[in-house]
């Protein structure tokens, strides 16, 4: 019990300090519930969610920072052809397959942070789950973002009132095991001798400790170069050649930017969301740690690593391209991520760094207006490509142990079954994340997906060629978003001319260090 109180009080001084890190929040919207219910006989009444999630990884700062590029559209180029029809929609999302609820049958929650029409995936996928059979009966019930998803886990571990199954985001994964509240995966795959041996290694790396599996992949993203073609080509740029190092974004970006006579910019050539995941991922794949010990995995992360020549390197990839007056800065994320989206999209800007979550909301919107490129993420130099890659984003499941056995088993009956090929492929083709199992991508419908959009390739050729090291594992603490706050504090400071990359990122790495100090005292 005391090692429970203390790591309480560790999670509030962690929401402390992100919240003293952000942009002083503004009134929340009243967000209406969703529409659609998942499930025809929900066991619990679902918590209102404040507001359905954008299709990113990370928590969202409440204050949108302007976007600093002009609103006059660029002309558009006409040597290209543009697409004429839109994308078709997910229909096999659009409506849940419902059943009554069997005779007998062990009913279980799911709690989730999906909205939109990755919700009504998830609604789907446990339709068609309690269709498959008749001892179990799920109800998916959406909790608003990952925030709140942990803070309402937080809050039920206090009353008992906790579902069978949780999602949560990639940054909570060390203080779920911390907390001592889940049944590891790997006690039922060990038990049910489930097989696992097609599944990402990546993927699954990032979410064991010491061999062992504790959430099960559910949801997986990582970041890609977006850019536009037409805007490639009307530069005289090869529109399928786009650049893989630091300095050929700045290059490309020289040729891309257009300004008006006054030097107002009309097309930025990069735009850039203060987001501490990218810098995470342009770290990593340029083989750099982001903590000590192994990131974390070899013992308990004690001190930071970040500041190291390849995360200073990735910082002052940014500040090069800002002081040269060719990239914009739309401020941090998410607010920054949504205006940099919505200049892309207007043709404002030319490439971007983001989730592949956002695949698929791109290609949307890009119909009738230009051709969407994807690309790996930029490197240091070509050599980091061979060496290293990206880290898995999004979130996993979680089976708790204040939960009857029976139902515990259920959601492990679900957790198999959301992961077999075929809901992958389903799950993929519906939402844009990564399949969890290779075999996904022999489905039928996965391959008509992938032909269809090829973008989506780029996603997971990028993850195949990314090593399992500690660098493409991820940092791994009970810190994350505090450390992640403060990356992007440091970030914010460089750019706006405040500090150099190096000064910032050391001041950082000492922060970071003291959170690190202060959170395994709670857990030692």
Not at 46 to 52: E, N, Q, R, Y
Not at 239 to 268: F, H, I, Q, W
Not at 422 to 434: L, V
Request: charged residues 20%.
């Amino acid at each position: 019990m005391k090692k429970y109180v203390l790591l309480a009080i560790a999670l509030i001084v962690v929401l402390a300090a992100i919240a003293a890190c952000a942009p002083a929040p503004t009134p929340a919207p009243t967000a209406a519930p969703p529409t659609k219910a998942p499930a025809v006989e929900p066991t619990k009444a679902p918590v209102a969610p404040t507001a359905a999630p954008k299709p990113t990884d990370a928590p969202k700062p409440t204050e949108a920072p302007k976007p600093t590029v002009a609103p006059t559209a660029a002309a558009k180029p006409t040597d290209a052809p543009k697409p004429t029809t839109a994308p078709a929609a997910p229909t096999a999302a659009a409506k849940a397959t419902t059943v009554p609820v069997p005779a007998g049958a062990t009913k279980f929650d799911f709690w989730h942070a999906m909205g939109g029409t990755n919700g009504e995936a998830i609604g789907e996928m446990m339709g068609r789950f309690n269709a498959s059979q008749t001892k179990c009966y799920g109800t998916a019930i959406f909790q608003g973002t990952y925030d709140d998803s942990l803070n309402k886990l937080k809050a039920g571990l206090q009353s008992k009132d906790v579902p069978a199954l949780a999602q949560m985001y990639d940054l909570a994964t060390q203080l779920m095991v911390d907390l001592k509240v889940i049944e590891p995966m790997q006690t039922f795959i060990d038990k049910d001798k489930f097989d696992i041996s097609t599944y990402e290694p990546n993927v699954l790396g990032y979410y064991s400790v010491g061999g062992k599996l504790y959430g099960m992949p559910f949801n997986t993203s990582a970041p890609i170069l977006y850019y536009n073609k037409d805007l490639f080509k009307a530069a005289g740029l090869d529109p399928n050649k786009p650049p893989r190092t630091y300095a050929e974004v700045l290059d490309y970006a020289k040729k891309l930017t257009k300004k008006d006579a006054s030097g107002k910019m009309l097309v930025a050539g990069y735009g850039i969301s203060i987001y501490g995941w990218i810098f995470e991922q342009l770290n990593a794949a340029a083989g750099g740690l982001y903590l000590n010990n192994g990131n974390g995995r070899d013992a308990r992360a004690t001190a930071a690593a970040f500041n190291s020549p390849e995360g200073i390197a990735a910082v002052q990839f940014w500040k090069d391209g800002v002081d040269a007056g060719v990239y914009q800065n739309f401020g941090q994320h998410s607010a920054g991520t949504d205006a940099v989206v919505a200049a892309f999209n207007s043709q404002q800007v030319a490439m971007f760094i983001e989730s592949t979550a956002r695949v698929r909301g791109l290609i949307d919107a890009s119909v009738g207006k230009f051709e969407l490129g994807t690309a790996y993420i930029p490197r240091p130099n070509e050599d980091a490509f061979k060496k290293s890659g990206v880290i898995i984003g999004g979130a996993s499941v979680y089976i708790l142990k204040d939960r009857p056995a029976v139902e515990q088993n259920c959601a492990w009956e679900f957790v198999k079954f959301s992961s077999s090929p075929e809901i992958q492929a389903f799950w993929h083709t519906a939402s844009g994340y990564y399949p969890v199992t290779k075999k996904a991508y022999d489905i039928p419908l996965d391959k008509e997906w992938v032909t269809k959009y090829p973008q989506f390739l780029t996603a997971v050729n990028q993850l195949h060629d990314a090593p399992a090291i500690p660098a493409t594992m991820g940092g791994f603490s009970g810190t994350m978003q505090q450390n992640r706050a403060r990356i992007q504090q440091a970030i914010e400071e460089v750019l706006t001319g405040k500090a150099t990359a190096k000064d910032a990122l050391d001041k950082a790495a000492t922060d970071v260090g003291k959170f690190l100090t202060d959170y395994n005292r709670t857990v030692q």
